[in-house]
């Protein structure tokens, strides 16, 4: 029988759901405070559209109740496995997972301020990179006055650390 005739609620091939953010395997899942709410929010909205799917009649319930299934069980594994890292209690002398950085891009008088927050709370838009980024990963440790150096595939990005919140 062709695929045309099948009533799309008794499908049962799983959904294609996009992955969350990258966490390498074995890295630890570092989250600030911020993340974690957002994390928590996240859960009670897909738990919200999940009980509205469960109540209405409309066709692709099914496969719509699969995906949200899918979503809410990976972002499960992401909040049993946080590890929410206090930064108002860090030393702000140095660059750590949560400071904000203020940086001076190379000899430009371009400057970027950038947070260092866990892989779910990453948006460029908003000046977070996550902490497994290469830009991330140079930064760590630094001072204010130092260098970081990323290398890229055609030469080298400089910045450097003119303030950490």
Do not use: C
């Not at 996240?42 to 496969?63: I, R, T």
């Amino acid at each position: 029988m062709s695929r045309a005739f099948i009533n799309e609620d008794q499908q049962t091939d799983a959904p294609f759901v996009p992955p969350r953010a990258d966490l390498p395997q074995g890295v630890i899942n570092y989250v600030t405070p911020v993340g974690m709410e957002a994390l928590l929010e996240e859960k009670e909205e897909l738990l919200e559209e999940l009980k509205k799917w469960n109540a209405g009649e409309e066709h692709g319930k099914l496969n719509a109740i699969k995906v949200l299934h899918i979503k809410l069980q990976m972002l499960e594994n992401r909040i049993v496995t946080a590890n929410v890292i206090p930064i108002d209690r860090q030393n702000k002398g140095e660059v750590h997972f949560g400071s904000t950085v203020l940086l001076q891009i190379g000899r430009s008088s371009k400057h970027r301020k950038l947070q260092i927050v866990g892989v779910d709370e990453a948006d460029m838009k908003e000046g977070k990179i996550a902490f497994t980024s290469p830009l991330a990963k140079v930064l760590m440790n630094k001072k204010v006055g130092e260098r970081a150096v990323l290398k890229l595939e055609h030469g080298e990005s400089v910045f450097k650390i003119l303030e950490i919140e």
